[in-house]
């Protein structure tokens, strides 16, 4: 039986990408079964933020690029202004759950997003990606805008915030542990592997 890490993560979030690259990395990881949880960092009505303000050009120049370059990660600021808000995209992940893509979907979001600069808060870049993803494009479509997924995406936000109190990621959880931030690639395989208690 796989044990259970649910990652709690943002699609804008440069260190949920680090992290996402750190668990392909760990040897064994077959034997744990990683679900990625939406969190949004600025959820409407907060406003997003602008790549080209003094906070993103410090936090990327002194702590993202550094990082990226040890992991050997392509990525870059977006130059998308202001950030894309990502409820439409985690939508269209509890649609990719749906056909059991819910991990290829996260991981596509994270390359279009930081290294091909696209705009993953629009509805038709979305469905052009689900599209390279092999889903219907058609359905996808529809389903996003009708807002098939916005009452299961708000509740599990409500779920992340008031039953598992999260307030940054990335956060690790596997059963009653927790690991906040991006933990070095040794912290990272010891809890994805740690015996369950």
């Not at 977006?78 to 991981?107: C, K, V």
């Not at 979305?126 to 219907?136: R, S, V």
Request: aromatic share 12%.
């Amino acid at each position: 039986m796989h044990a259970t890490v649910n990652v709690y993560s943002d699609y804008v979030c440069p260190y949920c990408f680090f992290a996402e690259h750190l668990i392909s990395q760990v040897d064994g990881n077959e034997a744990v079964r990683i679900e990625w949880m939406p969190f949004e960092l600025r959820p409407a009505p907060h406003p997003t933020l602008r790549p080209e303000g003094e906070y993103l050009e410090r936090v990327w120049r002194e702590s993202v690029y550094p990082l990226a370059e040890q992991l050997g990660l392509h990525i870059v600021l977006p130059n998308i202004s202001p950030q894309p808000r990502t409820g439409l995209a985690f939508e269209g992940y509890h649609y990719a759950l749906d056909q059991g893509q819910g991990r290829a979907y996260t991981h596509r979001m994270f390359t279009a997003f930081f290294q091909e600069e696209r705009h993953i808060g629009e509805l038709p870049i979305l469905t052009e990606l689900a599209g390279e993803l092999g889903f219907d494009t058609l359905e996808f479509h529809t389903a996003l805008e009708t807002g098939r997924y916005r009452k299961r995406h708000r509740e599990a936000l409500r779920h992340a915030r008031e039953e598992m109190h999260i307030t940054a990621v990335p956060t690790f959880v596997r059963d009653h542990n927790r690991l906040q931030g991006l933990p070095s690639l040794s912290q990272l395989r010891t809890f994805l592997t740690q015996a369950d208690h």
